[in-house]
């Protein structure tokens, strides 16, 4: 429910405007070296650096690690990092709150939870909850630098991920201007790409590398879709032009429509796959829904702070999880061919 991951597992907890968000890492082998500044690059990231198209929402996002960690190395226990919440305005969703807003949780988090949920800020919906999978991927990152060991060898890993359009636009100024012009929000496409991919990670049948990724991705708030390699566009194409031939014994192909994945397996080139992030749903536009208390509609602007565009704040939260995966696959491989 809340948990994710084999061997290498997150928990993740806390609220929007609640005291603290957080993340629990179960898995994280010992000895590895870690400080709260090992971080803090990928936090700063996630901020998307409190500029055009961002809310103005401030937190310093030091993270507080609790457990886990003793004179600057991982014990091999769960590892805790808490992330504090100082910068809240909770009454600018007092005042909306019998007016579900149209794109968010409000309306079905208020009936499957009874009226119990946090509603402030988007409770535990909110994309607020990423800064504790932004640290866990930082330290997913630490594990996978140090090189995935596959048949004696060792190979680094680069994981990099981008915002490749906004608004339908490849300008992305442009596209978030159009944002700002018409006083509403816009989505985008984020591509990420990751290097130095061994064979053999991803197992089957239900546990395949593309499943165990498009599951985490779509726990990124405002996530609607994921495509590998071609993705969509391989429904046009003849099988002939879509297969990926071989060309030599490390296994490298001509071409990449798979995006490094095979059967569910890497294959040992590029991973590649890009996803759609849907326009942020709190907008200054005036908006028109239903008012619960009179059951009624009307006209109603939505108040706080808010992204224009939350696709500039995931190319890193993508990365994090990208390395979460890859990391717990590592593990799971390693423990594999140790039993071998």
């Known amino acids: 429910m809340n948990s994710f991951g084999m061997l290498f597992r997150i928990s993740i907890f806390g609220e929007s405007h609640g005291e603290c968000v957080g993340i629990t890492i179960d898995g994280c082998p010992a000895g590895l070296p870690l400080t709260a500044e090992d971080m803090l690059p990928d936090l700063e990231r996630r901020k998307g650096g409190q500029g055009k198209g961002t809310t103005p929402r401030k937190e310093d996002d030091y993270p507080l690690i609790k457990s886990g960690v003793f004179n600057g190395m991982t014990t091999g226990f769960p590892i805790t990092i808490l992330f504090e919440n100082k910068n809240t305005r909770s009454e600018d969703y007092d005042k909306q709150r019998s007016i579900p807003r149209p794109g968010h949780a409000d309306w079905v988090a208020h009936q499957k939870f009874g009226g119990h949920e946090d509603y402030r ?122 297969n990926d031939a071989i060309e030599d014994m490390e296994g490298t192909t001509r071409t990449n429509h798979a995006g490094g994945v095979v059967g569910g397996i890497s294959n040992g080139n590029e991973l590649v796959f890009r996803l759609a992030v849907k326009p942020t749903s709190s907008t200054p536009k005036e908006q028109n829904s239903l008012n619960w208390e009179t059951g009624t509609t009307e006209d109603f602007t939505i108040k706080g702070r808010h992204d224009l565009c939350v696709a500039l704040r995931a190319p890193v939260i993508v990365e994090a999880v990208t390395a979460i995966v890859l990391a717990d696959f590592m593990l799971l491989h390693q423990q594999i061919k140790r039993v071998l």
Do not use: W
């Open 121 to 242: 800020g988007g409770g535990h919906f909110s994309a607020r909850l990423t800064t504790g999978i932004v640290a866990a991927g930082a330290i997913a990152k630490k594990l996978l630098m140090l090189g995935v060991s596959y048949h004696g060898e060792t190979s680094p890993l680069t994981i990099q991920a981008f915002v490749t359009e906004i608004g339908g636009d490849n300008n992305l100024e442009q596209g978030l201007q159009k944002a700002i012009d018409a006083k509403d929000s816009v989505g985008g496409l984020v591509e990420c790409r990751v290097s130095g991919l061994p064979v053999g990670l991803g197992e089957p049948y239900f546990d395949s590398l593309e499943s165990a990724l498009a599951h985490i991705v779509f726990a990124i708030p405002a996530v609607r879709g994921i495509e590998f390699g071609t993705g969509f566009a391989a429904a046009k194409m003849f099988g002939s032009e879509h």
